[in-house]
Every structure is written in structure tokens, then in C-alpha cells.
């Protein structure tokens, strides 16, 4: 292993210019150092992978543990041996995990998912009456991006929307990556302590939505959730079901405002556009975690049982491989959908048929109804988050007219 000193950081900062590139010099790492050792945030060194083909190999490797899925290496307060909580999907391995995923993957189907469109089209067109109504100017974020994947999520498993002010806050504090140990741990109990009770109310009135259907299925089929299972997998669906969503509607936007010549393929081939943006944007932006339970070949390279990995998915997104002129958008594509955004392998995106619609829906329908939008501010004013799992724009003001 090479000296902790001369380790390289796990790449962080965006190059200057384009706010759409990934950080560091991913293609210089692909041709030189596909697979090489960086030091985390969190403290530990990692393999660094950056191949698309490698990426996929990692993912689709079971004998990859996912304990410290929830990118704990990019959090410098993370307890890297934190136990696994019972329920948290995205850290659990084999039997365990499947045991989960299996209650929720139904719920997600393409079939149940298009039964929801229509929903969705409503949603997306009265956010658009509310927005309009108003003088010409609008945050594309709070509007129009944040509430519809918060409402598509709080209406699928039966959470109130009223209680947003709640959760939104506590899951916008596990998503960063500079919070205290003790502001994690204090979002975590809020919003635990709150499904806790949002479950009791189910246990004893049961509705049409999915929390419910956890429950009950459980109970029928012999092999019932615990409380704290259903509370960690409810808090998982809920903070992911929101979080990624939301920041591809305002970024996917920006793009969509700076690239005005594609935006007529949004209008007339939707589907493969939005998976377009999906590569190009590859939001979950410091990759995501494994820990190699065994001695394995990535590449070149001899990975160790107990040595970490990070698959670097904005790297494969953009691997010329793959990816003929990676680093531009373009939406005519072959095989548009071979991206691996949402990662891939046994822990591949549950809610990805959902995410697709939710953006297909907003982004047409958006520049359907606004085809004159544009940025109220200058470009270079605008914030990006650059401290969360999750990357986007913190504010995106419009105007129209
Ligand atoms: C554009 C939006 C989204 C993106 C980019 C995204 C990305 C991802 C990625 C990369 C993973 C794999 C993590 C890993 O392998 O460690 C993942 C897993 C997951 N996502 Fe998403 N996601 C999105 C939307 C959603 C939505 C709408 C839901 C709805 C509930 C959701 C729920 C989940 C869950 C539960 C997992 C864990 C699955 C498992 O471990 O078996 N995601 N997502």
C-alpha cells in the first residue's frame, strides 16, 4: 500500500467552468490509474475505481459487503464500524438483504410504477399552475423540484405531507457530509422516533399505501418486520425517495437551460433523454461503498479481503469506452440506458422506474408549458452542493415572460 502521505484525496472539488463535469481528473485516472488507492474523508484508504467495466464487475461481485453503503467515507465523523442496522436495504448483504428487498421490489415494478403516471401529471401540472400564477420569477427548487418527488413518496408509502417540515430537514442532514456524529445521530432519533409512531398508527389502522402493506404482508406471510426493521427501511425509502429525485429535476433543468438546441428531443423522446441527463449527471457524486470480503482481481489490480472500494460511478458514466465523447450531452445516444446511475448489481435503485417518470413528467411538461423559461441570475451565481451524497443546485431562480 502506498504511504498514507503520499495518498491522494478522494476527488471532491469540481474543475472550475462547467459544474456538470465530475470532480477531479477522472479521465486522466482512467488511462493511467483506473484503479488506485485514495485516502476517504472518513479517514481509511480505498480503491478508487473509475472503469466503467470494473464498476459493474465490483458492483455485481457478491462477495462485496455493502456495510458501509451509506458513504460513510465521505462523512469525516462516520464510525466505520458502526453495526448494520436491521432493515437498512442499501448495507445489507446476501440472504439479509434479500430478505428486504424482496418485501419492497413489487411495489416498484414498471407496471405499478405507470399506474402512478397520471398522478404524477397532475402533480407536476398544478405545481406549474401555482408557479405561473405568480409575477414571472419563481425557485425552480423550493416550487417546482423539491415538492413533487416529496409528495410522490409521502402518497406511495402513506407518509402525511404535512410532516414535511420534519422529515425534510432531518434527511437533508444525513445526506451531508459535514455533519457532527452527534447532529447525525439527532436527525436519525427524530425521524426514527417519527415513522416509529407513523407505524403504530398503521399497525392499528392500516390504509392503501405501502408502510401499511409492510405490515401486513409480513404478518400473512409468517415472517413479520420487526419495528425497528420497518422503521430503518422506511426511513431509507424515504430519504432516497426525495433527495436524488429532486436534485436531478433542478439540475436536469439547468442543463436543459443551457443546452436549448437538445431541449426539443426532451419534448419528443423524453424516455431517452432523461436517461441521457442521468449519465451526464451522475448526481450520487462521491460513488458508492464496498468492502471486499475477499481477495479479488479489479483490473490489474490484487484488492485484499478487508480493503475498501469506491465504485466511482460518475467516472463510469463517463468512460469513453463506453461512452464515445463522454463529456458532452448528447441525446442521441446508442443504448442510452447502459449508464449505471443508478449503481447495478444486487443493490441497483429500487425506486428507478419511479424516478424516470417523475422526470420524464417534469421536464416535459415544464418546457411544454414554459418554453421561454430561463435563469433569473447569472450562472455564475448560482450554489452547488458540493458537501452532500447527492450532488445539485441549491437554489435555481427562473423567470419567464
Ligand atoms: C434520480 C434518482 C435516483 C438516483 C440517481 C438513485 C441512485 C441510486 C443508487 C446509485 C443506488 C445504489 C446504491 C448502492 O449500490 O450502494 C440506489 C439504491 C437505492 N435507491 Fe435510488 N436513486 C434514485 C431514486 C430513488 C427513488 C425515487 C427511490 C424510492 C424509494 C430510491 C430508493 C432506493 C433504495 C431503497 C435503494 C437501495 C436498494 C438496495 O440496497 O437494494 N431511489 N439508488
Known amino acids: 500500500m502506498t504511504a498514507a502521505s503520499e495518498t491522494p484525496a478522494l476527488p471532491a472539488a469540481r474543475p472550475a467552468g462547467c459544474p456538470f463535469d465530475p470532480p477531479g481528473n477522472y479521465a486522466t485516472l482512467r488511462e493511467t490509474a483506473p484503479t488506485s488507492h485514495v485516502r476517504c474523508p472518513a479517514g481509511m484508504d480505498a480503491w478508487l475505481v473509475t472503469r466503467y467495466r470494473d464498476v459493474r464487475a465490483v458492483l455485481a461481485d457478491r462477495t462485496m459487503s455493502s456495510r458501509g453503503a451509506s458513504s460513510v467515507h465521505v462523512n469525516p465523523n462516520a464510525d466505520l464500524d458502526e453495526e448494520v442496522s436491521p432493515g437498512s436495504i442499501i448495507q445489507l448483504d446476501g440472504a439479509d438483504h434479500s430478505r428486504i428487498r424482496k418485501r419492497v421490489i413489487a411495489e416498484f415494478t414498471v407496471r405499478r410504477v405507470e399506474a402512478m403516471r397520471g398522478y404524477v401529471r397532475e402533480l407536476v401540472e398544478s405545481h406549474l399552475d401555482a408557479m405561473l400564477a405568480r409575477p414571472g420569477e419563481a425557485d425552480l427548487v423550493r416550487d417546482f423540484a423539491l415538492p413533487i418527488p416529496s409528495l410522490v413518496i409521502c402518497e406511495l408509502l402513506g407518509v402525511p405531507y404535512a410532516d414535511r417540515s420534519r422529515f425534510q430537514r432531518q434527511s437533508g442532514m444525513l445526506v451531508s457530509t459535514d455533519t457532527t456524529r452527534e447532529e447525525r445521530q439527532q436527525a436519525y432519533d427524530e425521524l426514527s422516533g417519527f415513522l416509529a409512531g407513523l407505524f403504530t398508527d398503521k399497525q392499528r389502522n392500516p390504509r392503501d399505501d405501502l408502510f401499511s402493506r409492510l405490515i401486513y404482508r409480513g404478518v400473512s406471510s409468517g415472517d413479520p418486520l420487526t419495528m425497528e426493521e420497518l422503521v430503518v427501511l422506511g426511513l431509507s425509502l424515504l430519504v432516497a425517495g426525495h433527495e436524488t429525485t429532486a436534485n436531478m429535476i433542478a439540475l436536469g433543468t439547468l442543463v436543459l437551460l443551457e443546452h436549448p438546441d437538445q431541449r426539443d428531443v426532451v419534448l419528443s423522446a423524453p424516455e431517452r433523454a432523461v436517461e441521457e441527463l442521468l449519465r451526464y449527471l451522475s448526481v450520487v457524486q462521491f460513488g458508492v461503498l464496498r468492502y471486499a470480503t475477499a481477495d479479488v482481481r479489479v483490473g490489474t489490480r490484487s ?12 467516472s463510469a458514466n463517463r468512460d469513453e469506452e463506453l461512452f464515445p465523447g463522454g463529456g ?23 425506486g428507478q422506474q419511479l424516478a424516470r417518470v417523475e422526470l420524464q413528467e417534469a421536464l416535459t411538461r415544464l418546457f411544454r408549458r414554459v418554453p421561454d423559461l430561463r435563469l433569473a441570475v447569472p450562472r455564475e451565481s448560482l450554489a452547488y452542493k458540493h458537501n452532500t451524497l447527492v450532488y445539485g443546485v441549491r437554489e435555481l431562480p427562473v423567470a419567464w415572460g
Request: glycine fraction near 8%; aromatic fraction near 12%; charged fraction near 20%.
Open 303 to 314: 484488492v485484499k479481503a478487508g480493503e475498501w472500494l469506491v465504485a466511482a460511478l460518475n
Open 328 to 350: 458532452k450531452l448528447d441525446f442521441h445516444r446508442e443504448s442510452p440506458r447502459t449508464h449505471v446511475a443508478f449503481g447495478f448489481g444486487a443493490h441497483q435503485c429500487i
